[in-house]
C-alpha cells in the first residue's frame, strides 16, 4: 500500500488523485509512487484514465480532487521550475510539422538551463533521422527517435512517456526500447512511462500500476506480480468438483474456462505449497501450470469481467 510519506519522496507521484469531466469519472481516488531509478509502467485499456493521470502529473490539467507531485511538490503549483528536470515523449509529437529536426533542437536547447547538445545529435547521426528535412516528412520511427531526443536533451531526472510506440512497426519499436534501455542504464533515470505494447516495456519495466474505469486495481513490483500469476490446465473427474473447486479457490482463481478438452485457470495467489495441495486431490488430471506474460496477466486484470464458470 502506497502511503503519503512514499509519495512525498518520491520523484513523481499521485496523492488520491481524481479526474471528472462533467459527469465522467476518469480517475477515481488513485494513489502510486514512482520510487527513484525506478521503471513504471502503468498500464490500462482505452478511457482508463491514463492519458489524464499523466496530464496531471505534468501540471497540464489539474485534478478534480488530490494532488499529483512531482519532486515531492505539487505538479500544477511548481510545474514552471519542475518541468526543467523532466522530459516528455508525447503519445502524438506535437513539433510544427514545417520545421526541421536541427530547428526543433536548437529551439529545444533555449528553454532548458541544461542541454545535451552533443547527446542529441550523436542519437539523431545513429538513427539516419535528417536534420534538414521539415519534419512533417519523416517516418513515423525518425519522429519517434526525434522525440526520444529531445525528452532526453535536458539531461532529465524523470522521463514521461506517454504510449511512445504507438503506431510504430516492430523494427521501429524494437530501436525504440534499445536506445531507452541503453540510455537509462547510462543515466538511472527515473521512467513513467503509458502504453500498449505491453510485450515491449515488459523487459525494462520494475514496477507495474494497472487501470480499470479509472480506478487502480494494481500496484506491484514487476518480479512479484509475474510470480503470483500462472495458467493451470487440468482434468477433472465429475466427482472431484467440490474438492477441486475448493483447492483452485485457495490459489486465488480469477477465471476458468471448461470445455470438452478439460479445464484452464488463471489464478493470482500461486505459490508451491497451495499448488501440490490442489495436485494431490484425487479427481485432478494431468495439472500443468505455466508462467505468463504481461499481456496475459493485463488481459486477466483489465479484460472482460473476472470470474468464471466451471
Known amino acids: 500500500m502506497t502511503d503519503h510519506a512514499s509519495i512525498s519522496s518520491s520523484v513523481a507521484g499521485f496523492d488520491r488523485v481524481t479526474v471528472r469531466y ?34 496531471c502529473l505534468l501540471g497540464q490539467q489539474k485534478p478534480t480532487a488530490g494532488t499529483a507531485l512531482l519532486f515531492g511538490k505539487d505538479a500544477w503549483r511548481t510545474r514552471r521550475s519542475a518541468m526543467q528536470r523532466v522530459g516528455v515523449v508525447p503519445e502524438e509529437p506535437d513539433v510544427p510539422p514545417a520545421m526541421t529536426a536541427a530547428q526543433t533542437v536548437a529551439f529545444c536547447s533555449r528553454l532548458y538551463e541544461r542541454w545535451d547538445g552533443t547527446g542529441v545529435a550523436e542519437r539523431l547521426r545513429r538513427f539516419d533521422v535528417p536534420t534538414r528535412v521539415p519534419v512533417g516528412r519523416l517516418s513515423k520511427g525518425q519522429k519517434g527517435q526525434l522525440a526520444l531526443a529531445l525528452a532526453l536533451g535536458p539531461q532529465p531526472d524523470l522521463l514521461v512517456l506517454d504510449d511512445p510506440t504507438l503506431g510504430l512497426d516492430v523494427v521501429a519499436r524494437k530501436d525504440f526500447y534499445e536506445e531507452l534501455v541503453g540510455d537509462l542504464a547510462d543515466r538511472g533515470t527515473t521512467v513513467f512511462i503509458t502504453t500498449h505494447d505491453l510485450a515491449g516495456v515488459e523487459g525494462i519495466a520494475e514496477r507495474v500500476g494497472m487501470l480499470r474505469h479509472g480506478t487502480l486495481v494494481l500496484d506491484e513490483d514487476m518480479e512479484a506480480l509475474k510470480a503470483r ?18 483447492a483452485l479457490g485457495a490459489l486465488g482463481a480469477v477465471r476458468v474456462a471448461g470445455g470438452d478438452w478439460g479445464f484452464e485457470a488463471v489464478v493470482e495467489r500461486f505459490g508451491e505449497e497451495p499448488y ?16 505468463m506474460s504481461l499481456e496475459e496477466i493485463f488481459i486477466a486484470v483489465c479484460g472482460e469481467e473476472r470470474g468464471g464458470a466451471s
Open 229 to 246: 500469476f500462472r495458467r493451470i490446465r487440468f482434468g477433472r473427474r465429475p466427482a472431484a468438483q467440490p474438492a477441486a473447486d475448493e
Open 22 to 55: 462533467g459527469p465522467l469519472l476518469a480517475a477515481d481516488a488513485v494513489t502510486l509512487s514512482v520510487p527513484r531509478g525506478c521503471v513504471y509502467a502503468l498500464l490500462g485499456r482505452n478511457g482508463a484514465g491514463k492519458s489524464s493521470l499523466v496530464r
Open 276 to 291: 501440490e495441495r490442489f495436485t494431490s486431490e484425487g479427481g485432478v488430471v494431468d495439472p500443468e501450470a505455466r508462467a
